[in-house]
């Protein structure tokens, strides 16, 4: 990896302090929680937002790769500095205020997701979009992988929450898209080509967000089904309804299995490993009681069995199996390839089949379980990386779930993005001259390459990367 020893003591008599050219700085920036490293030539961990053009304009001077990293969380290797380089660290930049008349945060995007909720939550109001990581990763992450969450079927996700945003182009020049006011039509909407861009268009420092009011009351159900097909098709009769709940989390058999014995509980007694779907309704206690009824009619007629949680207690008991089923995957293989797709609603039963057939084709276990209001799943291909027939398996099995999902009009990823780990998929997702159309944007906003390179264009197979042995705070227990 090359050094830029020359750019980078320039840039400690710009910035002193804030750069760390330390051998345990560096290796802590040299991975993501997809666990492969490439060891950056510095970090820097800028105490205020004008350093960052400080080193995008050195950057740019002598050709020096750039990765912004919030805190690491990603799945995708898109926070990886895989051409070494400078990182940026904004774990500082994590300013948070509200705006409690106009129902908007003023956030800076080292500003954890939690943390921005419970500022929220203070006033009365509530920020949905809430990825799993929400202890941990930033807002900045959040924009730059346009992240989602278990309330996206009913909110949106971070695209649906952001009025403004400011922050650095590839070349150094502080821009700001969009002021602090609901309405903005004045020229082209740049903000938007930022969200989802994954550090690769320019470096967000701060943003506007819009909240909605918090939600008085919530209400869970735990239902369970037959099989995978009657799960998917009640969850749709209950849409047609024109039912949102804010949450509506399906598991499969397997993902079901897994929590089961993690968990040392059958879930509905004498039906171990029977698909289920955790409800959560939110509103106004008047809202919820009418929807409530609702509810609990269609669980009457459509499912194989139902709780509903009496106390905060019973909700907790509700979620675990939710919250344990990932972590307990591990007992089926060591590896593991997790992807989110979504599927349209029309196509849920084609897909449940497709998935059955995959399970049967591949001979591994593929643990399933998403949000099923917005189509949003995650597939665990599960693996052991010693065993070379397996992970053959599993790269041939990955490969058809991309086709198949395409082919059925959805998205090879919902959340997470495309990084490293989903570029060899981009293109059966995008055609030629799709590609060619973000490529063109990139290379106007970046002409040098700086931000973020190697990422979305090239193919890189991850799994086959040497992969850290090490435990992430976020990691499951
Ligand atoms: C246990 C676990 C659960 C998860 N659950 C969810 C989930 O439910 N939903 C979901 O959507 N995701 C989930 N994720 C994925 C991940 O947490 C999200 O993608 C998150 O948005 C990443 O935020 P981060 O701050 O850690 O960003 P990083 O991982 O540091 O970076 C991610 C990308 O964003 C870019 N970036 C970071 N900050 C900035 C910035 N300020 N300006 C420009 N680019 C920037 C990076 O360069 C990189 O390309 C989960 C991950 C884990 C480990």
């Known amino acids: 990896m090359q050094a830029y020893t020359s750019a980078t003591r320039k840039l400690k008599r710009r910035l002193g302090q804030v750069v760390d050219a330390s051998r345990a700085g560096r290796w802590a920036a040299s991975f993501d929680s997809s666990k492969i490293s490439f060891l950056p030539a510095a970090v820097i961990i800028p105490r205020q937002e004008a350093d960052i053009g400080v080193v995008l304009e050195l950057a740019n001077r002598h050709r020096v790769p750039v990765t912004v990293r919030g805190r690491g969380t990603t799945l995708m290797g898109s926070a990886a500095p895989v051409n070494g380089g400078w990182v940026i660290d904004m774990l500082r930049l994590n300013k948070i205020s509200i705006d409690a008349d106009a129902g908007m945060v003023h956030a800076q995007a080292g500003a954890t997701t939690g ?34 969450g278990m309330h996206g079927g009913k909110y949106g996700v971070t695209r649906d929450f952001i009025i403004a945003l400011r922050g ?19 020229g082209f909407n740049l903000r938007d080509l930022w969200i989802g861009s994954e550090g690769m268009l320019g470096i967000v ?13 919530r209400w869970t159900l735990l239902t369970s089904f037959n099989d995978e097909a009657a799960a998917l098709t009640a969850a749709k009769v209950l849409f047609r309804a024109r039912v949102q709940p804010a949450i509506c989390e399906f598991l499969d058999r397997e993902s079901v299995l897994c929590a089961e014995r993690a968990t040392g509980k ?18 106004s206690k008047g809202e919820l009681k009418e ?10 007629q459509h499912t194989l069995a139902f709780k509903v949680a009496r106390s905060r207690a019973q909700v907790e008991e509700l979620w675990a199996v939710r919250r344990k089923c990932s972590g307990a995957m591990f007992e089926l293989g060591d590896a593991k390839l997790n992807e989110d797709i979504v599927v349209p609603m029309r196509n849920y039963e084609k897909f449940a089949r497709f998935l059955a057939q995959l399970k049967r084709s591949s001979k591994l276990p593929i643990p399933t379980f998403g949000h099923l209001a917005d ?7 599960m693996y052991h990386r010693a065993n070379r027939a397996e992970t053959k398996a599993a790269e041939h099995a990955v490969q ?18 495309i990084g490293l780990a989903k570029t060899p998929f981009l293109r059966i997702q995008h055609r030629p001259a799709q590609v060619k159309a973000m490529q063109a944007v990139k290379h ?19 799994w086959k990367y040497p992969k850290l042995q090490i435990k992430l705070p976020w990691d499951h227990k």
């Open 266 to 283: 059958t879930v509905f007694p004498g039906q171990s490993g029977r698909p289920v779907i955790l409800l959560e309704l939110a509103g």
């Open 400 to 417: 058809k779930l991309m086709e198949t999902v395409v082919s059925l009009g959805g998205a090879i990823s919902g959340e997470h993005g």
């Open 168 to 186: 650095f182009l590839p070349t150094g020049g502080f821009v700001e898209w969009g002021t602090a006011t609901k309405k903005f039509a004045a």
């Open 115 to 148: 943390d921005i909720q419970r500022a929220a939550a203070v006033e009365g109001w509530f920020y949905p979009p809430d990825p799993s990581s929400k202890e941990y990763c930033t807002i900045g992450g959040n924009i730059a992988c346009n992240a989602g």
């Open 375 to 381: 189509g949003n799943l995650h597939v665990n291909i």
């Open 444 to 462: 106007a906003l970046d002409p040098r390459g700086i931000c973020n390179p190697g990422k979305m264009f090239g193919v890189v197979r991850i």
């Open 205 to 217: 420092t701060g943003a506007v967000l819009k909240l909605v009011p918090q939600p008085a009351a």
């Open 291 to 300: 929807v409530e009824r609702e509810v609990l009619a269609w669980a009457k």
